[in-house]
């Protein structure tokens, strides 16, 4: 949907609801790069990133919320379901691009760190929170920053209630390394 309140926008607020609580300062970007189309949608979305960073030159993280996409040969859609505090949570999935598609990103390697550390949190913290971190070919616009990640908060067949259950969950556990780089 392009209702901003019923779609992975609302999941990303959920987040950056989160952050804030734990003192973070969030510019949470609210346009659809995927609409009316899904492609160009990273060509849209790049200009928009070299924007903030240029009107926010502090920005250290930058986290590019989807929800994934899973549907079986005969046309299932999947959830992607955890149990957490006896609630159905969507899992999440942290994504990390690389060069191995011949982009220019060498500093891949440092977001596959930060990955791997908010991936350790989110086991330390939570059952089954977290899906395998992902490496992928594409770059994803990761290279206009480090500290960027491509976080799939479930997948379209999750509920909204379930989205916002796993963004509440991994923006807290996040939030926990967050606080260590800050200190750090």
Same mark, same amino acid.
């Given at each position: ?44 979305? !790049? ?7 240029? !009107? ?35 899992? /999440?999935? +942290? ?18 760190? +930060? ?11 939570? /059952? ?5 971190? /992902? ?6 616009? !990761? ?5 960027? +990640? ?18 509440? +969950? ?15």
């Amino acid at each position: 949907t392009t209702d901003c309140g019923h779609n992975v926008v609302r999941v990303g607020e959920e987040m950056a609801q989160v952050f804030r609580a734990h003192g973070f300062q969030v510019v949470h970007d609210t346009n659809l790069y995927d609409y009316p189309a899904y492609n160009g949608a990273y060509d849209r979305s !790049q200009a928009a990133v070299r924007d903030w960073l240029s !009107q926010y030159p502090t920005i250290r993280i930058i986290l590019d919320v989807h929800r994934d996409a899973l549907v079986g040969e005969d046309g299932a859609i999947y959830k992607l379901v955890s149990q957490e505090n006896g609630e159905k949570t969507a899992q /999440v999935m +942290l994504v990390v691009g690389t060069d191995a598609g011949g982009a220019d990103h060498p500093g891949w390697a440092d977001n596959l760190a +930060l990955a791997i550390r908010l991936q350790r949190e989110l086991a330390a913290d939570y /059952v089954s929170l977290a899906r395998p971190v /992902v490496l992928r070919s594409s770059s994803y616009n !990761q290279q206009l920053s480090p500290g960027s +990640l491509l976080v799939e908060v479930g997948g379209h067949g999750n509920t909204l209630t379930e989205a916002l259950r796993g963004a509440r +969950l991994f923006a807290e556990s996040a939030s926990q390394v967050f606080s260590g780089m800050r200190a750090g």
